[in-house]
């Protein structure tokens, strides 16, 4: 039972254009969604996150938005720059379940010059 | 945030040996995790490791085999015991400071020949 799906595996975006990452969740206890961002070689490092009583939380070039009637979030970076070629994973927790985070299977993300 | 190291970054190891991965963080926190991420896979939670008492382990994950120590609030241990080709993984301890928020360590490359 796979509770949080990208189901895109891979994103090819021009360099300044808009890159729109998605990701979809089953689970209605999920109160809260986090974005990483994961070179090989090295772990995941947190981007943003978004409590499910918002619709939308920004940060700089990341945007994420939440849409609970859907199950459905996604992550905006405007503009694209070549160094956010990485592999992109949603992940999905609750403060009931002690914090324990579900992660989606991740997006490659290529961003071309 | 938080700042996690992990030792040893990589490692190579001969089935059937036992190799034990030390995390440490920078301050304290209550909430530790142990995570697999398999090649070309995602990541999945292996155990949740309490300061002071038996960690909790998800299913399909037991302590036999991933012994799990936490003797303070700064560092925790996994030990991947008798292993095979098939934990060839990273393995990456997080924690998460407070609520709606959890940051990884830089993982821990293993191969198991």
């Known amino acids: 039972d796979q509770q949080v799906k990208q189901n895109s595996p891979s994103l090819s975006v021009q360099e300044g254009r808009i890159s729109i990452l998605n990701c979809d969740y089953t689970?209605?206890?999920?109160?809260?969604f986090l974005w990483y961002k994961k070179y090989p070689a090295e772990g995941p490092t947190f981007l943003i996150s978004?409590?499910?009583?918002?619709d939308k939380n920004e940060d700089g070039r990341f945007t994420v938005f939440l849409n609970k009637s859907a199950k459905h979030l996604s992550l905006h970076i405007v503009p694209s720059q070549p160094g956010d070629s990485a592999v992109y994973f949603c992940?999905?927790?609750?403060?009931?379940?002690?914090?324990?985070?579900?992660f989606g299977q991740g997006t490659r993300l290529t961003i071309n010059p | 945030s938080a700042v996690i190291s992990q030792k040893p970054s990589r490692d190579i190891c001969q089935r059937g040996t036992s190799l034990t991965i030390q995390c440490q963080v920078d301050?304290?926190?209550?909430?530790m995790f142990w995570y697999r991420q398999q090649p070309g896979q995602s990541l999945t939670l292996i155990a949740t490791?309490?300061?002071?008492?038996?960690?909790?382990?998800e299913s399909g994950f037991v302590i036999d085999k991933f012994p799990i120590s936490r003797p303070n609030l700064t560092f925790s241990t996994l030990t991947v015991s008798n292993m095979s080709p098939e934990d060839s993984s990273i393995y990456l301890c997080?924690?998460?400071?407070?609520?709606?928020?959890?940051?990884f360590g830089p993982g821990t490359r293993l191969t198991v020949t």
């Open positions: 997080s924690v998460a400071p407070g609520p709606r928020e959890q940051y």
């Open positions: 689970n209605s206890m999920f109160d809260y």
């Open positions: 978004i409590s499910s009583i918002k």
């Open positions: 992940a999905a927790g609750a403060i009931q379940g002690a914090q324990k985070l579900v």
């Open positions: 301050s304290q926190v209550t909430m």
């Open positions: 490791a309490n300061q002071g008492s038996e960690a909790t382990y």
